[in-house]
């Protein structure tokens, strides 16, 4: 199957739940908010859902291709451990995510989800071009 087609695939999903969560719940589907509001306990029954739901897609994935997801991961333990820890900071600072933001903000035409998807993309950028040039 083309690496395309299941990218496709894969982004029709994320929209598609992204906008059911929307419907059934009022609020952005937004990992970072969903994982916070689940740790708080809040409307734990969706919210685990929806979580459940993220950590299955690998196994989805494996029944109906046959395989895993190819991942690499280069980074060792300590890098790993702060870039989410980067990543945690700077979802509380935004007020949200890439997935809050990115899928559900710009469909909306959120100017504050503007401003956070092109400082999300600047920093990735320049980060990746950073790692490269010490490379």
Not at 17 to 39: K, Q
Not at 54 to 60: D, M, T
Not at 84 to 105: A, D, Q
């Amino acid at each position: 199957m083309s690496p395309y087609l299941t990218s496709f695939a894969g982004g029709l999903l994320i929209g598609l739940s992204a906008i059911l969560y929307l419907i059934l719940t009022g609020r952005i589907a937004g990992i970072s908010g969903i994982v916070g509001r689940l740790a708080e306990g809040a409307n734990a029954p969706l919210n685990g859902a929806f979580v459940i739901g993220l950590l299955l897609g690998p196994l989805l994935y494996h029944l109906a291709f046959g395989a895993w997801p190819a991942v690499t991961i280069s980074a060792s333990l300590p890098v790993i451990i702060l870039a989410g820890l980067l990543v945690g900071i700077g979802s509380r600072m935004g007020s949200g995510c890439t997935s809050g933001h990115g899928v559900l903000g710009l469909a909306r035409f959120s100017p504050r989800s503007m401003v956070a998807v092109a400082t999300f993309l600047i920093t990735g950028i320049v980060t990746v071009s950073l790692m490269r040039a010490s490379l």
